[in-house]
């Protein structure tokens, strides 16, 4: 029975196997080796998964979802359609397309799969992970600490002394820090910290900002579309000065196009301090496994962002060591899990001790900000314990009325990651009644506890009168029973989903669709007319027709999307 490996990640999902030679990475329908971790239904009612769905994100963000692997094992609801769906079941179908292209590409069925997740998963994460194999007519031979592929992929499993690793994974949303330790062939977690809220993106909001500033454009103003243009186009110039010293790019804005440009000095001006707050985590998680930066032997890079030759120098500036980063970072987590796969089919699969007592999700609650006289924002995040954060721990955050001779404070409990309240899962409210005379904007301390059972404890205190209010919440609501796994991998099974070689035409409609909204004029009407026309191939129903026009339009479309000022 072929075993394959997967790399279910937040933002790319990557599928590999282990062959004669090692591990080999598997193409998706469109020839890719990411597909984008993305669901969304089409104007048919029909699933579709990966870039079709990514790039539906812009023009059809109500019928589209990505990032939820952050939600696996919460019972937050995601509507598609007249149906809602959990994230676990989100992940089934990314599975579902994932074990199809292997399939494809094998020539045979694929039953087994070996799927990697952070280290700081907890049980009620993992099971959630395995539910989804499930869901997508998968055994799940086993799962892999994300680091712990990274390491396998370099190799260092083989490595006869003891050693002490340092992967570093930065992402598109979230940052991760893991030290490992492999002794007798076992490889063991021994601390890992983290930031929820810092990744690649927030370097490209940098940008968006930079630009913003430097016409002069209010970003409060524009529109979400016109904002997620703005935004890909900072993505765009945020990847091209990872090789390049400066580059340009043009926005669409009305009827006018906008020159930006940004040379290298002046991003790494502007991201000094999420430089800054990188250092932190890594600083916590070695201080955490009780080591100095001089105990570490290597460091491993994963993840798109530590592309940024900045992150590079810092991390090597602050360990006094340079990096490993011979494999691309997208791909190492799915070639190491493809070697556990290789190892576990010869019996000698590497242990992977799994580090269990940290917190999984962040906690925090909501807050509201005062703007100006009688503005405000209201559904801020306020993360009080932060996800990864070993347990049991106890965090206080001290807030403030916002009027003073408010009579009470009503606080919102909430896990996520999103700096929004309404993107992270309700865990309940406590409403406290605040003194009657008050001279000051009244201060209130709330106190989260956090234990390995997964209880949480919430106390708020009045500090003027140290009056209480006390509240108890399940760490984890949610996990599916076996029935209900059963009773949804039947539905999916049921789904209708977008046929696989409709894709990889379904996927440059979308993107004409997006360099459309992207451009203005000439290239606009030519975008349309190049639309029409490939309309026209596809009914002609032709397959070497449709190929070569499809090709056609891909070599065009990366010219005009590559068009900078220069
Ligand atoms: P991941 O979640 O690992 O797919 O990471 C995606 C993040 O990496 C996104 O924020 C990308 O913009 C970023 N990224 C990918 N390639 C590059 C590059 N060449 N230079 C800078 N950032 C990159």
Partial sequence: MTLIAIDLGTTNSLVSVFEEDGPVLIPNALGDFLTPSAVGLNKANEVIVGAEAKDRLVTHPDRTYARFKRYMGTNRDFRLGRKTYRAEELSAMVLRSLKDDAERHLGKPVERAIISVPAYFNDVQRKATYAAGKMAGLQ?????????????????????????????????????????????????????????????????????????????????????????????????????????????????????????????????????????????PIKRAISDAGLKADGIDRVVLVGGATRMPIVRQNVTKLLGLFPEHKIDPDQVVALGAAVQAGLVDRHEALEDVVMTDVCPFTLGTDVSRKLGEGRYDHGAFQPIIERNTVIPVSRVATNHAMEIGQQNVSISIFQ????????????????????????????????????????????????????????????????????????????????????????????????????????????????????????????????TDIKIARDELMKWLDGIESMDIF
């Fill in 140 to 280: 799940i031979e086993r799962l892999i600490n994300e680091p712990t592929a990274a390491a396998l992929a370099y190799g260092l499993n083989t490595l006869s002394d003891e050693n002490t690793f340092l992967v570093i994974d930065l992402g598109g949303g979230t940052f991760d820090v893991s030290i490992l330790e492999i002794f007798d062939g076992i490889m063991e977690v021994r601390s890992s910290a983290g930031d929820a809220f810092l990744g690649g993106e927030d370097f490209t909001d940098s940008i968006v900002k930079e630009f913003g500033a430097q016409k002069k454009i209010d970003l409060s103003s524009l529109s979400p579309k016109s904002m997620g243009l703005l935004r890909d186009l900072a993505d765009r110039a945020k990847r091209e000065l990872s090789s390049k010293e400066e580059v340009g790019v043009k926005f669409k804005l009305g009827e006018e196009q906008i020159p930006l440009t940004l040379t290298r000095a002046k991003f790494d001006e502007i991201t000094r301090p999420l430089i800054e707050k990188l250092r932190q």
């Fill in 416 to 543: 996520g990651e999103s700096p929004r309240v309404k993107d992270n899962v309700f865990l309940g409210k406590i409403d406290v009644a605040l003194p009657k005379k008050q001279e000051h904007h009244e201060a209130i301390d709330i106190r989260f506890t956090y234990d390995v059972s997964g209880i949480l404890e919430v106390l708020v205190t009045v500090l003027s009168t140290q009056k209480t209010s006390r509240m108890i919440l399940e760490g984890n609501p949610g996990s599916l029973s076996q029935e209900e796994i059963e009773k949804r991998f039947k539905a999916l099974e049921k789904l209708k989903i977008h046929p696989k070689d409709k894709s990889e035409n379904a996927a440059v409609i979308a993107r004409l669709e997006r360099a459309y909204e992207n451009q203005l004029g000439h290239v606009r009407e030519e975008i349309s007319f190049r639309l029409s026309q490939f309309m026209t191939v596809l009914e002609g129903q032709k397959d």
